[in-house]
């Protein structure tokens, strides 16, 4: 197939750039395309952590520049975008965890529903009369809702997402689309398959487990751990987005998957035996600290994508190997143990969340570590909120 010559990028307007994808996104960009203008918008909810992205402003002068505001907030929005003057957008702020949307859902549609919305409607009145724009919404396969054993998720199956995460970003998802119709935005959606990789909050299945085993402590499986996942390495998935916002049609969506399905017991007893070869223990092998817990409410069974879309039109494919990339992770982690011990003994101490309904609304921001990146505060905006 033919392709349409790609769109030049000039300024960057990233929202989330503080947390794990957004984080390595940036650094691909400002390593690769130094033509490229970043600009970093982020509230530095508990999952934003400014020491991901410390002195990039010095290695990269004047093109990287952190911008505290919220999506949320239409008129930090508004100053951001015209501090930045950015010909893309590429909205990666969200609530994320799906156990913590158990517990306090109402956080998730208000970043990832209104936050979106207000996000498309400030670049739709900034855009105009522009000629070469793109907001580009990172989405998740997770709308799609669950597989059975057979089967993959395409670009045209209806949503059907399951917890109030999901059904969140699906929602932002209907918006992007909406504005893409009706006002003739231009827009394009990704729906990646799970990442791993540097940065990630340890929160999240792989450097949880890691975290765990390098403690001591018992490595929690859900249910009978049979829940399938897709992985993919998080600079495939950056590399994706890439191709789409400078190649990808307007008006269109694109799933991004490794094809590499694992169940999360399959996967917990590979991080342990590479973990036993990698940082052996006197104990023994790490495996013998799984343990079964109660399931996830709602939990879906399996999730896998077809990427042929993505593979056709722009030609990308995975470039990291699983198990290469895997022990390149964990390296990663056992290199960075201290950031890993900043967050465990501050922000997250590797509780389990999700089980209860809760009533409360954690919305709390921190003020981030102003001496670890230039922080541009939009006129008005307060920070720690
Ligand atoms: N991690 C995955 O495996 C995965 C897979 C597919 C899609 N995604 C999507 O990719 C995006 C990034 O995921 P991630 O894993 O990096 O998430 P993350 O939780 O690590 O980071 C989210 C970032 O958004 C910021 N943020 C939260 N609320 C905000 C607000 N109201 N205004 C501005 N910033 C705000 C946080 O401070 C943080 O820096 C999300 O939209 C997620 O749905 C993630």
């Known amino acids: 197939m033919s392709q349409s010559p790609a769109r030049s990028i000039r300024s960057l307007l990233i929202t989330g750039g503080a947390g794990f994808i957004g984080t390595n996104f940036i650094r691909l960009i400002l390593a690769e395309h130094p ?4 600009f970093n918008l982020d509230a530095l909810s508990y999952a934003g952590n400014l020491d991901n992205l410390a002195g990039l402003d010095g290695i990269y ?18 100053r951001a975008l015209s501090l930045a003057q950015p010909d893309t957008v590429v909205n990666f702020a969200a609530e994320s965890h799906v156990d913590r949307s158990i517990d306090t859902p109402l956080v998730f549609v208000e970043t990832n529903v209104l936050g979106t919305t207000i996000l498309l409607e400030a670049c739709r009145r900034t855009w105009k009369n522009w000629d070469d724009v793109r907001f580009h919404q990172v989405s998740t396969d997770e709308v799609y809702g669950s597989l059975g054993s057979t089967g993959l998720f395409r670009e045209d199956t209806p949503y059907a997402p399951s917890s109030p995460y999901s059904a969140s970003k699906a929602g932002g998802d209907h918006l992007v689309r909406a504005w893409g119709r009706t006002f003739s935005l231009s827009v394009s959606i990704s729906h990646s398959s799970n990442n791993y990789g540097p940065w990630q909050f340890p929160e999240k299945l792989i450097p949880l487990m890691i975290a765990n085993a390098l403690d001591g402590i018992l490595l929690p499986v859900y249910g009978q751990g049979t829940n399938i996942r897709d992985w993919l390495h998080v600079e495939d998935h950056c590399r994706a987005i890439w191709e789409i ?3 990808g049609a307007a008006g269109s969506a694109y799933n991004v998957g490794g094809d590499n399905e694992w169940s999360n017991l399959e996967l917990i007893r590979l991080l342990c035996s590479r973990l036993d070869a990698l940082r052996p223990r006197s104990a023994g092998s790490y495996a013998a600290l799984i343990t079964f817990v109660p399931d996830r409410p709602g939990h879906d069974a399996r999730y896998a994508v077809d990427s042929s879309r993505l593979r056709q039109e722009l030609g990308w494919c995975p470039r990291f190997d699983f198990r290469q990339g895997l022990d390149m992770t964990i390296a990663w982690y056992l290199d960075h143990q ?9 922000k997250y101490a590797g509780d389990r969340l999700g089980l209860r309904a809760g009533t409360g609304q954690d919305g709390s921001r921190n003020g981030g570590d102003a001496a670890s990146g230039k922080i541009l505060r939009c006129p008005n905006a307060g920070c720690g909120k």
């Open 61 to 78: 002068p004047g093109k990287y520049h952190f911008i505290h505001a919220d999506i949320r907030d239409e008129k930090e929005v508004k």
């Open 35 to 38: 033509e490229v203008e970043v």
């Open 338 to 346: 201290d950031w890993v011990r900043t967050i465990r003994t501050g």
């Open 245 to 247: 916002i400078t190649r």
